[in-house]
């Protein structure tokens, strides 16, 4: 099982960027899946994390500026970032909670993509 993670890039202050992240791989159903994000000296932080129900959580930093969506069909989620502020540059990272089969269970994370927010 892999997830790769697609989007990051350059933005000024106040521009958007939408993240994206795949899961591929022999599975047999992505449960909760997230984004979490790590700024240079900092640790891992979670973003916001969405249930296969829909349910999300939003960080206090990022609510009314980001949303989380995800397609269950093609194994995607989606993280699209409005108003972006310099505080939001880190690399960010996907996660998924996998079921390779009925009871196993595994935190699988993307390799990360490099979000920059700078005039």
């Known amino acids: 099982v892999q997830l790769q993670a697609s989007g990051g890039g350059f933005v000024q202050p106040g521009g958007s960027l939408r993240l994206s992240c795949a899961a591929s791989?022999?599975?047999?159903?992505?449960?909760?899946m997230g984004w979490y994000r790590q700024a240079p000296g900092k640790q891992r932080e979670l973003v916001v994390s969405?249930?296969?129900?829909?349910?999300?959580n939003y960080a206090d930093s990022v609510k009314g500026r980001f949303t989380i969506s995800r397609d269950n069909a093609k194994k995607t989620v989606y993280l699209q970032m409005n108003s972006l502020k310099p505080e939001d540059t880190a690399v960010y990272y996907c996660n998924a909670n996998i079921f390779t089969s009925v009871l196993r269970r595994s935190d699988y994370w993307g390799k990360g993509t490099l979000v920059t927010v700078s005039s």
């Open positions: 969405i249930t296969t129900g829909g349910t999300t």
């Open positions: 791989g022999s599975m047999y159903r992505i449960g909760d």
